[in-house]
C-alpha cells in the first residue's frame, strides 16, 4: 500500500513556473514507476509525465514536451514535477499516481494521490 500527496500547486502568471512535489508513504516508491496526469474541467485525465523506478527512464506528454522535468528522489520518497513556461490551458488538477511499469495506460495505475490545483492566469 502506498498514500500519495502531491503539494506545490497554486495561481501563477503565464510564462511561470511551478515545482510539484508527490509524497509517499507505506512502501517505499523506489518500487515503482510514478506518473503525473491532471485533469481540467469538464475533461478526462490527461497523461503528463512518467518516470521509472530508478529515474532512468521518463515520458512526456506532447503539450509539455520541453516545459516539463520529471524526476525523483527515492531516498526522500518524492517525484517531481518542474514546469515552466506555464500557459493557460495547464490549468488543472495534477496527480500523481503509482504503477509497476512506466509506460502503462492510466487503468495501469493504482495508487493516486487527492490532487494539487494549478491555475495559470493569462
Known amino acids: 500500500q502506498v498514500q500519495l500527496v502531491e503539494s506545490g500547486g497554486g495561481l501563477v502568471q503565464a510564462g511561470g513556473s511551478l515545482r510539484l512535489s508527490c509524497a509517499a508513504s507505506g512502501r517505499t516508491i523506489g518500487s515503482y514507476a510514478v506518473g503525473w496526469f491532471r485533469q481540467a474541467p469538464g475533461k478526462e485525465h490527461e497523461f503528463v509525465a512518467g518516470?521509472?523506478?530508478?529515474?532512468?527512464?521518463?515520458q512526456y506528454a506532447d503539450p509539455v514536451k520541453g516545459r516539463a522535468t520529471i524526476s525523483r528522489d527515492n531516498a526522500k520518497n518524492t517525484i517531481y514535477l518542474q514546469m515552466n513556461n506555464l500557459k493557460p490551458e495547464d490549468t488543472a488538477v495534477y496527480y500523481c499516481?503509482?504503477?509497476?511499469?512506466?509506460?502503462?495506460?492510466?487503468?495501469?495505475?493504482?495508487?493516486w494521490g487527492q490532487g494539487t490545483q494549478v491555475t495559470v492566469s493569462s
Open positions: 499516481a503509482a504503477s509497476m511499469t512506466i509506460g502503462v495506460p492510466r487503468s495501469g495505475y493504482r495508487y
Open positions: 518516470i521509472s523506478h530508478s529515474g532512468g527512464s521518463t
